[in-house]
Structures are given as C-alpha cells and as structure tokens.
C-alpha cells in the first residue's frame, strides 16, 4: 500500500513539473500585451479591451533578408508579444533566421518551448542532442519546404553548408522560450567561470580556456 502511495504521488508530482513547464493558459480571448505597463512573471499586462485595434495582432516586413553583422554567419529576428502585443498570454513566438553561406546558428537551447523550423530558401544542415545518459545526435539536411523539430531544452543547431544563402522560420510553443547559447553561456559569463573549474570540466590547457573567454 505505501509503495503504491509513492507511486501515486511520484506520478503527480511528474505531472505538476511538466504543466509548469508550459506557458499558461489564457484566461481571456485575447490579453494585448499594454506597452505602458511593466512586464511580469505571467507576462505583460493587459491593455484595454477599448484601445485594442487590428494592428496589435499584425507585423509586416519579415519577408525581408537581415544585415548579417555576425561573425557566425546567422541573424536570428524573433517576434514576441513585444513586437505583436496580441501574442501576449498565447504561448508562441515566431522566428525569421538568416544564414550567410556557411552562417550557423551556434549551440543552443530553448529552456521554455520546442520549435518547428521550415527551410524557405536554401539547404540547411540540423540536429540536436538528446541529454544523458545517451547524448544521441540527430541531424538532417534540409532542403526548401522541409520541417524539422527541436524538442524542449535540448541543444540544437543549424547549418548553411551551401554556397548561397538560405532562410529559415521557426515556431516556438512559448511567448518567452528563451536562448542558451552554450559558447557564450561557457566562456563570456560575467564574471568569468575559473579557468581551472573549465580546464577540468573540458579538459583542455588553461591557455586554451583563457583563448576562448576573451573571444566571447
């Protein structure tokens, strides 16, 4: 009796982890997200019903390329609930993703949604790794019309390994998924990690450790 006690428990206490892992859901038709006031842990406030107009669910631009400054070779254009206020308590972003030849979109995670990413233009090369004790990669080449999903909290990436550009856009089942960029979260934290705990945990020189932070 008191292991299957324990088990109940085990289950629902599962399932309460994996409902907080989700953005909540709305308790209005629509919560435009009001610009005036402050953002909170539920998200923004919502704007009055009487000042709402079509434009707080529209955006317009997206079809064009982005200046790519990056020394990767990728520029990432979310559109959130700050950018389209009537995204506010829907739980989804949207995303443009602009590759150079040979761009990448570096190691990273979203801690608070899974994405689906459709090639517009181009060809892409994608994977993500599953977490321990397997770190199993998948990864794809995409070509133009081709789907593939990133599952929640695992790191992932994308590739232009062609000649020309390409473009890429994504969803994500989250107003704020959020992004781990695994270099930068590594060697340009502030402060910086102890040289010593990264050497270790790698396993590479000191010199070699300090080389990647001030890259970063």
């Given amino acids: 009796m008191a292991s299957h006690n324990i088990f109940l428990f085990g289950l629902l206490a599962l399932s309460f982890s ?13 919560c435009v997200a009001d610009p005036k006031s402050p953002v909170t842990a539920s998200g923004a406030v919502c704007k009055d019903l009487k000042l709402v107009h079509e434009n707080d669910f529209f955006y317009t631009g997206l079809h064009k390329p982005e200046n790519i400054s990056s020394p ?9 609930a700050q950018h389209i206020p009537g995204l506010n ?29 459709t090639v517009i233009e181009g060809t892409l090369e994608v994977g993500f790794v599953t977490s321990s004790p397997e770190y199993r990669l998948f990864t794809k080449v995409l070509q133009k019309g081709d789907v593939f999903v990133f599952p929640i909290g695992l790191v992932h990436y994308q590739k232009n390994p062609k000649k020309v550009p ?13 992004s781990v960029q695994l ?17 270790e945990v790698f396993q590479l020189d000191k010199k070699v450790i300090s080389h990647g932070q001030m890259k970063f």
Avoid: C, M
Avoid at 96 to 106: Q, S, T, V
Avoid at 166 to 178: E, H, R, T, W
């Fill in 18 to 30: 994996l409902v907080l892992a989700a953005d909540n859901n709305p308790l209005f038709d629509i």
């Fill in 72 to 80: 990767l070779g990728s520029k990432v254009t979310l559109l959130n």
């Fill in 89 to 117: 308590s829907l739980g989804i972003s949207f995303a443009r993703i602009d590759f150079r030849p040979g761009g990448i979109n570096p190691l990273h995670l979203h801690p608070r949604g899974s994405e689906i990413l």
């Fill in 166 to 178: 390409a473009v890429a856009y994504a969803s994500l089942n989250s107003q704020n998924p959020g």
């Fill in 183 to 199: 270099a930068n979260t590594v060697f340009g934290s502030t402060p910086e990690i102890n040289t010593d705990i990264l050497g």
